[in-house]
């Protein structure tokens, strides 16, 4: 080998070790990140840990984002390094409500109903702000029953999944969940911050210590619904609150519930100005039933069987399929959950938030 070529090739090794180390560097925690992934279940059901900074801070001092296309560039430019990425956000209807345990605890279960779609645990601990444990709809990222976050290289969109989060509880026991309205899709236009359905949602998880901050956050937002839908949503703490948040009009409605009233939220308005508009009326009428025959009391193991209660498992006339994705029953003052994939009652993944 001649000096001339020694040299080209010395010179090539080098630049190469230096992108690597350059790359290693600017891309670690999202290596990281990326890593952490695993499948936890054969349906199709994933956890994350999420050690990068996913720029929550950075969307809202920006003024947030009016849609989910904003959303999207802001996930590229500062999430994907430019990788593309799309957020699409399907219908869905749900089932939520807040119980209490014989001990004294306070819970909150939730049920999310659609056609069959991949989920992932989605574990964050923000620098600033509440460390939490969520639960993603990663079909909205693209991905597929069929085709997962399965290898390094396909698991670099899970980085957004922060974002697409479906519900959620905080180390202060801050739960919520979003349901799903076939109504005028909210869009608020003031001089508040801009944010989507989810990021709003992540918002809540990550800056909300109970149900009032909670308020208080949606209330200074303009909040824009996404994929041309409208939502409510269901939060419910660790001290027994619980409130409603519906948009009637694109005006923000907040229906607490008072001391010795039950909570529950299925895919239909409770807001007085245009109650019963949407569905699911059947499904709150039995956790409505099943929560005031037992006096808001149930076991953990009593609320999933309610969940169970309510869940679905039909096809419509166009063939479409709806079923229960997943069940959860957040414990908010032990910052447990236990978690049912696709229906299968029989097999329960407990977490601890802080494992």
């Known amino acids: 080998m001649n000096k001339v070529l020694k040299r080209v090739l010395i010179t090539i090794v080098v630049a190469l070790l230096v992108l690597s180390i350059g790359f ?182 990550d800056k909300a210590a109970n149900v009032d901050e909670a308020i208080t956050i949606f209330e200074n937002l303009d909040m824009h619904a996404s994929a041309n839908a409208s939502y409510h949503f269901q939060i419910a703490d660790a001290e027994g609150n619980s409130a409603v948040i519906e948009y009637i009009d694109n005006k923000i409605n907040v229906i607490r519930k008072n001391e010795g009233e039950i909570q529950a939220l299925t895919n239909f308005l409770i807001s007085e100005e245009k109650y019963n508009f949407g569905k699911g009326q059947d499904r709150y009428e039995i956790l409505i039933d099943t929560l005031t025959e037992k006096n808001e009391t149930l076991t953990e193991v009593e609320a999933m069987s309610l969940l169970e209660a309510v869940s679905q498992n039909k096809v419509s006339e166009d063939g479409e399929i709806t079923a229960t994705q997943w069940s959860v029953v957040y414990n908010n003052t032990k910052k447990t959950l236990d978690v049912v994939v696709a229906g299968k009652f029989d097999k329960v993944y407990s977490y601890s938030l802080f494992d």
């Open 24 to 205: 290693y560097a600017l891309f670690n925690k999202e290596i990281s990140t990326i890593n952490s992934i695993k499948k936890i279940d054969d349906y199709g059901f994933y956890e994350i840990n999420v050690t990068s900074d996913y720029g929550l801070d950075g969307l809202v001092e920006s003024g947030g984002a009016k849609n989910d296309g904003e959303l999207v560039q802001y996930v590229v430019k500062t999430l994907m390094k430019g990788l593309p990425v799309n957020i699409t956000i399907p219908d869905f209807g749900c089932s939520t409500f807040q119980a209490k345990t014989p001990e004294g605890d306070w819970i909150f279960g939730r049920n999310y109903d659609l056609d069959p779609i991949p989920g992932m645990i989605v574990r964050t601990k923000p620098e600033n702000g509440y460390q939490s444990i969520a639960i993603a709809n990663i079909s909205v990222l693209g991905y597929t029953l069929e085709k997962g976050p399965d290898s390094f290289f396909s698991g670099l969109t899970s980085l957004a999944a922060p974002y697409v989060m479906m519900d959620g509880m905080n180390e202060k026991g801050l739960s919520i969940g979003v349901l799903l309205i076939k109504d005028t899709p909210t869009d608020q236009n003031t001089e508040k911050v801009d944010l989507t359905t989810t990021s709003a949602m992540r918002l809540v998880l």
